[in-house]
């Protein structure tokens, strides 16, 4: 099963400041913003995610978008891959795979 998209995560301990400073930054505003939980910026069909009190981990990591992300799970348990429990969200279904080094590696299918 291939990925559909990919995307850039970055950690925030303060979602609006950092909103403001990209916005500043990228000239546009972002495309969708959740609360303190995540806003995201939709440039040239690239993504950049900020996580703030919805994110998985402190590191820089990327968002890598399945069809099926239980199917996906299933088959890198298969492989002997070390990945997370299923988490569903208000947005998304998402599991973390393990063995990524300095970044965090979420997969996830929309609800």
Not at 7 to 25: I, R, Y
């Amino acid at each position: 099963m291939s990925a559909d998209k990919l995307a850039t995560v970055v950690p925030v301990d303060d979602l609006a400041a950092a909103v403001a400073w990209w916005e500043d930054l990228l000239g546009v505003e972002p495309t969708f913003v959740d609360g303190d939980r995540w806003a995201q910026f939709d440039l040239g069909g690239t993504r950049l995610a900020l996580a703030g009190a919805d994110r998985t981990d402190d590191r820089p990591g990327v968002l890598v978008k399945v069809p099926d992300v239980d199917a996906r799970r299933g088959e890198l348990l298969a492989a002997g891959v070390t990945v997370g429990e299923l988490e569903v969200g208000p947005h998304e279904t998402r599991c973390t795979v393990d063995g990524a080094g300095p970044v965090s590696v979420t997969l996830y299918s929309s609800s």
